[in-house]
């Protein structure tokens, strides 16, 4: 048997694209950086890129051709890698969400907010019911249709994340809440109406686009699901009024969260074939393949017993922080998912989450180890079955 | 009546971006230290104009509610990332590699920058800093915060508590921990994006504090004790929300506070950390709060 590796969304964007995008003028560490990385990766023809930005004034590339030549570069990074499934690493999107409200009717800019430590992210409000601009990830997709060696897998914001990121002008009052101890059932009531709006509007007209096109796996990234404790029906409606209905392999990526909360209320996700889900973030780097080695793990026997039986994308890569998981490490990690599951089948490798925190050089090495763990996991169940057989 | 700006302030566009280049390698610490120097200037500065009571530097430089403490501990870490109740902002979670951790020197200017007047200064509470460490909050005052605040010059230490009116601690657990703590300035005790009522009901109003906080969005007027004997530091900007507050229904609310609820003492306030408002809606939402201060004294008059 063989693990499927996959990668979940984002990467850094290529120095060269950001200051060219900024309409700075770009030194000789981001011509080296696009010449490098070009060349390490196989990037056809990125000389031709290269040669291009040293004529300056980005050699007359407008964005999107700039745009293109990231995500060729980003692809090849992914399938180098090792990865089995792969996309672009996000890169011709401002970032997960922006992306989303900015294609979509309804939502205003509201400035930056902090994500975490330096890292931001653009909250939008919405201020009329939402509806879809234009599908947003059709022409990504198709160029990456043109370009991939590898399966695809598109990722895609969810209806929950994007109406739980957002400030409300819109569905819930604008006035009289101070010292009226609203109840939470008309929150609850005004976010409902707002995600599955979303929903209804503007991610089910998405996928039926990219289905159209060929999509054959998607992606329903839901980041902000748990937010809210007691919105996991919501978020589970939103999934189901998207997705419904639908022909294609559905996915849900969760991260950073307390997931004991998504219990029970997942149990109704039926459309959901894989959840892919952060976990090293808050295991130990040591060795091991008992529970107690594995902390960050505890809570994947939930997921084993839901009644559809999902698939587990089973997150083996912290993406916090620079360090590198051995092979070994994403090796234990894997081991004791499948002990816990009992069928290896199930179990998929992927990082915790998008790896755009981290530089090219940290995400590729992480993900190189990642595939070798996964194979190293191969090898150890094949010599296992092999021992158990004789 | 007062109005103050406690807790963690946005940081500005000019900021978000000089931080955004520290990271990527394309800027100096000191280009944004000086960069923060601005930002705190400027935040100073619309304080005073605006007749805010006590100054607040916004803590510009502090990564979360808890960095600089788990940092200038031995025996706390900066732990996972975790998310910040309801939010899409996320902090590093205390995480204790000694029973009992202990400040190992007073936090550094960066974190308590010097301010040309009075001040209030905002810090975890012994709860919320205690929370998922197995030490208990008595242990982490005694230990790691009433070190922070010897010697502390401010009118006021505003302890934030995100998490007790969210689980099922007791106020009384708080008691002994804030006893420890009255080694100097007043201290209130700011129950962040709660509904404080069953806090109240269980004896909030009665600890060892000079104020407390209620966030008024979540908490009903009727739930504040009459005749409350402290300071209320009244959570009336709703921090989470991009939606400006209308001055008139501001003040509307603090004359109601003080007729219908008694409130003798009373302070405007945010109801939590304006972080999570960009900075010009910050700076708006204060600027509002000034004006139902005015009205609110106005109409007294």
Redesign the interface.
């Known amino acids: 048997m063989s693990f499927l590796t996959h990668e979940i969304g984002s990467l850094a964007k290529p ?1 060269w694209l ?1 200051k060219s995008s900024a309409g700075a003028p770009l030194g000789e560490s981001e011509l080296e950086h696009a010449r490098s990385w070009g060349e390490r990766l196989g990037v056809e023809d990125y000389e031709q890129l290269v040669e291009t930005l040293e004529q300056g004034q980005n050699g007359g590339l407008d964005p999107a051709e700039l745009g293109r030549w990231a995500s060729r570069y980003a692809l090849r990074l992914l399938e180098r890698a090792g990865l089995e499934i792969v996309y672009d690493g996000e890169q011709r999107r401002t970032e997960m969400y922006n992306w989303a409200v900015a294609h979509s009717n309804g939502f205003e800019p ?12 653009a ?1 939008s ?1 919405v201020t009329a019911e939402p509806s879809l601009g234009e599908p947003y990830h059709n022409e990504e997709f198709t160029f990456l249709q043109s370009v991939a060696n590898h399966d695809l897998k598109i990722p895609v914001t969810g209806a929950y994340t994007i109406a ?2 957002s ?3 819109y569905y819930g009052p ?2 009289g ?6 109840g939470r059932s008309e929150e609850l009531a005004a976010r409902r109406e707002f995600a599955l709006d979303v929903a209804r509007n503007v991610i089910r007209p998405n996928l039926e686009s990219l289905i159209e096109l060929g999509a054959k796996w998607i992606q329903i990234d839901e980041p ?1 699901a ?3 404790a007691d919105e996991l029906d919501i978020f589970v409606e939103s999934f189901n009024a998207s997705v419904e209905g639908l022909e294609c392999y559905f996915s849900t990526h969760l991260c ?2 307390d997931y004991d909360l998504f219990f029970p209320a997942i149990e109704q996700m039926h459309g959901c074939k894989q959840f892919c889900v952060g976990f090293a ?2 295991d130990s780097r040591e060795l091991g393949r008992s529970g107690a080695d594995r902390p960050g793990y505890e809570v994947i026997s939930k997921f084993r017993d839901l009644p559809y039986e999902p698939s587990l994308g089973l997150g083996v890569l912290d993406i ?1 922080t620079n360090f590198i998981e051995s092979p070994e490490l994403v090796r234990d990690r894997i081991l004791y998912a499948v002990e816990v599951f009992g069928d290896p089948a199930r179990i998929h490798v992927c990082p915790d989450c998008g790896l755009r925190t981290r530089s090219w050089e940290v995400a590729y090495e992480k993900l190189q180890n990642m595939v070798e763990g996964a194979q190293l996991a191969e090898q150890a169940l094949a010599g296992s079955t092999a021992g158990a057989a004789r | 009546m007062q109005v103050l700006a406690p807790g963690i302030h ?2 500005s ?1 000019a900021l ?1 971006q000089a ?2 280049d ?3 390698g394309r800027t100096s610490q000191e280009a944004v230290d000086e960069q923060v120097a601005l930002d705190r200037d400027e935040l100073v500065a619309f304080q005073q104009q605006a007749g805010f009571d006590l100054l607040a530097d916004g803590m510009l430089q502090w ?2 509610l808890f960095r600089p403490l788990l940092e200038a501990s031995d025996g706390l870490e900066p732990g ?4 910040f109740l ?6 590093r979670a205390a995480h204790a590699t000694s029973a009992l951790p202990r400040l190992a020197g007073p936090l550094a200017e960066r974190y308590l920058p010097p301010l040309p007047g009075a001040r209030l200064v905002t810090l975890p509470s012994p709860f919320a800093l205690a929370q998922g460490t197995g030490v208990t909050p008595k242990v982490i005052a005694e230990q790691v915060l009433r070190p922070a605040l010897e010697g502390l010059d401010a009118e006021l230490v505003v302890l934030a508590e995100p998490f007790l009116g969210r689980s099922d601690g007791a106020p009384q657990e708080l008691g002994e921990a804030l006893e420890a703590l009255a080694v100097g300035p007043k201290l209130a005790l700011q129950l962040t994006f709660c ?1 404080a ?1 069953p806090a109240l009901e269980q004896g909030l109003a009665e600890l060892p504090v000079e104020a407390i906080g209620i966030d ?8 504040v004790p009459k005749g409350l004997g402290k300071l209320l530091l009244a959570g ?1 900007v ?1 921090a989470r ?3 400006l ?2 001055p008139g ?2 003040a509307g ?1 603090a004359r ?2 003080q007729e219908e609820r008694e409130v003798e003492r009373l302070a405007l306030v945010p109801n939590g950390d304006l ?7 910050a700076r708006e939402k204060l600027q509002r709060l000034a004006k139902a201060k005015t009205a609110t004294v106005q109409a007294a008059a």
């Open positions: 120095p950001v509201r400035g930056t907010v902090r994500s975490f430590d330096n890292k931001y992210y909250k409000a739980v990121w400030y409300d002008e604008r006035s809440r101070l010292g009226a101890g609203h902000g748990s937010t809210e950073f969260s973030n808050d916090h | 946005p940081r566009e978000v931080t955004r520290l990271d990527r990564q979360d996972p990332l975790t998310r309801d939010t899409n902002t996320f902090y509904d009522r008024f969005y979540l908490t009903h007027l009727t739930d009336v709703d929300s991009s939606t507050e209308d229904e501001l609310f109601r506070l972080q999570f408002v960009a900075e010009r809606i």
